[in-house]
T-cell receptor
Framework: EAEVAQSPRYKITEKSQAVAFWCDPI?????LYWYRQILGQGPELLVQ????????DSQLPKDRFSAERLKGVDSTLKIQPAELGDSAMYLC??????????????FGPGTRLTVL | AQSVTQLDSHVSVSEGTPVLLRCNYS??????LFWYVQHPNKGLQLLLK??????LVKGINGFEAEFKKSETSFHLTKPSAHMSDAAEYFC????????????FGQGTELSVKP
């Protein structure tokens, strides 16, 4: 069964350093999402791509976070500089079309970020 | 605004007894509703979804949920808990007017005692 791949699984960094996370969605899925999940809470959407275009980045802290999906396939989320409050699980998800409320989003295993 | 409220932050059951995880939703439109499960340090797995077809939805691993519009509820149930069901469960609504954006509840942690 096809899965969403993410790497690394775990990342420890010091504050003010740069970090990057990678996601490879299920083949053929046009829509890709990045979520942040703080411990004890539900995930919150950071950014949504439709192919290579950003369709929603209203919750992305743009002063330090950036995301790209250059060829409309895999994606990278970057934080520069990292802050203590960025410690969280970063989840990637994909869906076939993504523009309908009935679409199912499939999640990867996540990257656990710890900022010291 | 569309939202979901999970009524219990933690539920504890004994193995072999029924499971009930409660979720209420708020939506101006006919909602799409999902239940996802998350095991420790893992991603989220879809258990089931409601998209305005049958109100009783059957999912994986013996879970089911019933959409009740009059009560604005979408509770998750399972007749008999298994140790492997211990995990965090999220009730989720999909925003009709925002291209399928998901809004997650705060989660319910299910513990299963032997």
């Amino acid at each position: 069964e096809a899965e969403v791949a993410q790497s690394p699984r775990y990342k420890i960094t010091e504050k003010s350093q740069a970090v990057a996370f990678w996601c490879d969605p299920i083949s053929g899925h046009a829509t890709l999402y990045w979520y942040r999940q703080i411990l004890g809470q539900g995930p919150e959407l950071l950014v949504q791509f439709q192919d290579e275009s950003v369709v929603d980045d209203s919750q992305l802290p743009k002063d330090r976070f950036s995301a790209e999906r250059l060829k409309g396939v895999d994606s990278t989320l970057k934080i520069q500089p990292a802050e203590l409050g960025d410690s969280a699980m970063y989840l990637c998800a994909s869906s076939l079309a993504g523009d309908r409320s009935t679409d199912t989003q499939y999640f990867g295993p996540g990257t656990r970020l710890t900022v010291l | 605004a569309q939202s979901v409220t999970q009524l219990d932050s933690h539920v504890s059951v004994s193995e072999g007894t029924p499971v009930l995880l409660r979720c209420n939703y708020s939506s101006s439109y006919s909602p799409s509703l999902f239940w996802y499960v998350q095991h420790p340090n893992k991603g989220l797995q879809l258990l089931l979804k409601y998209t305005s077809a049958a109100t009783l939805v059957k999912g994986i691993n013996g879970f089911e949920a019933e959409f009740k519009k009059s009560e604005t509820s979408f509770h998750l149930t399972k007749p008999s808990a298994h140790m492997s069901d211990a995990a965090e469960y999220f009730c989720v609504v999909s925003l009709y007017n925002q291209g399928g954006k998901l809004i997650f509840g705060q989660g319910t942690e299910l513990s299963v005692k032997p």
